[in-house]
């Protein structure tokens, strides 16, 4: 590809590439933030440039600012513009350049969570289900879909039971969530349901998909490679098409087994937490787990680790169908 010198050209360092981030395509700019920049491609998928690795997904670069670059919303792009993906070269319609750095120096971003071993597995479902909750409603403070976390583990002590949930009652996607789950948690049929959440909210990943992804995040903790029951995979793989390219694209790549970078990370913190010697440190680790998955996103990644705890809780139940 031949740069014109008229052309804006901006250069980064590309740090980490995720697996599924093209070599080659074409497609449109959905938006341009601080932190970055989401482009539309072919099969109904998002691509970005981050820049913090918290952000990171199998369809992502994570970059860092070199020579002429400015922050990612302050390039000269627009919503809608024509983009072309070419090797490390990505060019828009309207002429802003972006160089990513020689091929080969990222490292690979894959995503997956590590299972647990067996040994650990029983600790991390009795022991982790109750801080995990407490940690959710007091960190989310009726933020996104943290209310519904009173469903998989009630305090009866605060007045938050399955019977007497909490809930943020003007919000009208709490209540259609809660509509959903609390059936299934009763007829023992929990993961079901998760096909019922996706496409529920509002923005960029509406608040289900961002709790089908936690949800299973948990089972891939739990569980690893042993797959969903066919009937739940399908489910939910045809309702992903009908979600926001954002949604749909994380919820595919979760069935996939893969995962954003920041929930990669809470699960892991969660899974350390659950192997602590003393009982009275999981609590604690398990707040500061919750706390930095929260700050993703307006509600995103509390609305994650309220999935998680949900995918947690219904694995420690028998609610996985087999």
């Known amino acids: 590809m031949l740069l014109r010198h008229s052309e804006p050209f901006y250069g980064f360092q590309t740090l980490l590439r995720g697996v599924d981030f093209p070599r080659s395509a074409v497609g449109a700019l959905i938006s341009s933030h601080a932190r970055a920049l989401n482009i539309a491609v072919s099969g109904n998928r998002l691509v970005s440039l981050v820049l913090q690795e918290a952000d990171m997904t199998v369809s992502s670069l994570l970059v860092r600012p070199g020579s002429g670059a400015v922050r990612l919303d302050e390039l000269p792009v627009s919503p809608d513009e024509r983009v072309e993906i070419r090797e490390r070269v990505i060019r828009f319609r309207h002429g802003c350049v972006i160089n990513l750095g020689a091929p080969g120096e990222a490292i690979p971003y894959e995503g997956r969570i590590a ?47 399955p019977e007497n949930p909490g809930d943020a009652k003007g919000d009208p996607f709490v209540r259609a969530a809660r509509a959903v789950l609390v059936p299934a948690l009763e007829n023992a049929r929990p993961l079901h349901a998760l096909a019922r959440l996706v496409g529920l909210g509002i923005g960029l990943t509406p608040s289900g998909d961002d709790f089908v992804a936690g949800a299973l995040a948990a089972r891939a903790l739990v569980y690893g490679s042993e797959p969903l029951p066919a009937q739940i995979t399908e489910a939910i793989a045809e309702r992903a098409a009908g979600t926001t390219i954002a949604g749909s694209t994380i919820i595919r790549d979760a069935l996939g087994g893969c995962f954003p970078a920041y929930l990669q990370r809470f699960a892991r913190d969660i899974a350390r937490a659950s192997d602590m010697p003393a009982a009275g440190a999981i609590p604690r680790r398990i707040r500061a787990a919750v706390s930095r998955a929260a700050e993703h996103g307006h509600s995103s990644g509390i609305d994650a680790v309220t999935g998680f705890a949900f995918g947690l809780t219904s694995s420690d139940t028998g609610g996985i169908v087999t």
């Open 115 to 161: 299972e647990l071993p067996a040994a650990c597995r029983r600790r991390l479902t009795n022991e982790v289900p109750g801080p995990l909750t407490d940690a959710i409603l007091t960190i989310g403070r009726g933020r996104g879909l943290a209310p519904l976390a009173t469903l998989f583990h009630g305090d009866p002590a605060a007045g938050n039971t």
